[in-house]
């Protein structure tokens, strides 16, 4: 009796020892869980939301369609633009001078030509809207026709027609020229001694002669200011 009770004492004892080492070890181990699970769904990136903005471009004051042109659409008034070519991958539209783009959601939309033929005015194409719609129509950016200037090189004795000279243009009020043009290379006349090229916007324009024809010196002056309309057209002649 004595020998049963010594032996039983130490096997409850080791039992409840294991039994509260059990139920101390639990809760230890559940906050870690916790952290873990957390930590799982913080990887998960949220949705992000999308918008479907479509523009059209178009000249004035015929309304026709401008194909070809560079559109830079901007998501927010602070956004990074996203440079769409006409009819590219980027622009699910295949029409010319239509636009269909995927932008991220905002209230705040717009959209700037950075690019186009020569024949049309980009001064003021830009145009932004305000919406709140998952579906956001732009309507229409309208560009004007640039003014055209023809310039004529001519023999002052008898107004024969010299080619090969090469003139710059800028504006009148003295600024650096932006552009230069040379006889039969990369004006739009193919006729000798004539050239013919569009402006910028309807401004003073100053056209120069920097290279004279072969055999002839520049004339003086040098410089022409002319003014011309959009869509306008202005005739010049130097002589040699």
């Given at each position: 009796m004595t020998r049963s009770l010594r032996f039983v004492a130490p096997a409850l004892t080791a039992l409840t020892a294991l039994a509260f080492a059990a139920c101390t070890d639990a809760p230890a181990t559940a906050p870690e869980q916790a952290v873990d699970m957390t930590a799982s769904l913080d990887r998960t990136p949220p949705t992000r939301q999308t918008v479907s903005v479509s523009l059209t471009v178009k000249e004035t004051p015929s309304g026709a369609l401008i194909g070809g042109t560079t559109v830079a659409f901007k998501s927010g008034a602070s956004g990074t633009p996203i440079n769409v070519v006409d009819n590219s991958a980027d622009d699910a539209d295949k029409r010319s001078g239509y636009f269909t783009v995927t932008l991220s959601r905002s209230t705040v939309y717009q959209a700037t030509v950075i690019a186009a033929l020569s024949k049309y005015d980009r001064l003021n194409a830009t145009k932004q809207v305000n919406s709140s719609w998952s579906s956001v129509s732009m309507g229409t950016i309208f560009m004007p026709i640039?003014?055209?200037?023809?310039?004529?090189?001519?023999?002052?004795?008898?107004?024969?027609?010299?080619?090969?000279?090469?003139?710059?243009?800028?504006?009148?009020?003295?600024?650096?020229?932006?552009?230069?043009?040379?006889?039969?290379?990369?004006?739009?006349?193919?006729?000798?001694?004539?050239?013919?090229?569009?402006?910028r916007s309807a401004k003073l324009h100053r056209i120069c002669e920097i290279t004279a024809p072969a055999g002839y010196a520049i004339p003086s002056p040098s410089c022409q200011d002319m003014f011309a309309y959009n869509g306008g057209i202005a005739n010049l002649t130097f002589k040699h």
């Open positions: 640039n003014p055209l200037f023809i310039v004529y090189v001519r023999r002052a004795s008898n107004s024969v027609l010299l080619g090969g000279a090469t003139f710059t243009v800028g504006w009148a009020d003295g600024s650096a020229p932006w552009m230069q043009r040379t006889d039969n290379v990369d004006d739009i006349s193919p006729s000798v001694g004539i050239l013919t090229f569009y402006g």
